[in-house]
């Protein structure tokens, strides 16, 4: 059975509700991570994604100048912190 609240897609398995997040959470919480600098094993791990995700996400994120990446780090750009900010207050 599929229910959705917000930005949030729940499944509902034999009494087990999974939530799935939002495109938009995923790249909220990558800039989240990424804003003092990380490599993209900790965004892995921190955003809770696998690596062909994350990548996907990486490459997008870079190409729409919401993140950079510099000597192995990837750092949220001033850009990416606008959007960040947007982001939460539609959530609102």
């Given at each position: 059975m599929w229910g959705s609240c917000r930005?949030?897609?729940y499944i509902n398995w034999g009494g087990v509700s999974i939530r799935r997040r939002s495109r938009t959470d995923i790249v909220e919480d990558i800039?989240?991570?990424a804003t003092n600098g990380a490599k993209k094993t900790h965004i892995v791990y921190e955003v809770?994604?696998?690596f062909n995700i994350a990548q996907k996400?990486?490459?997008m994120l870079n190409e729409k100048e919401l993140i950079r990446h510099e000597n192995g780090l990837f750092i949220t750009t001033d850009k990416g912190k606008v959007f960040q900010e947007m982001a939460k207050e539609l959530k609102l």
């Open positions: 930005d949030y897609f800039l989240r991570v809770n994604l696998n996400y990486l490459e």
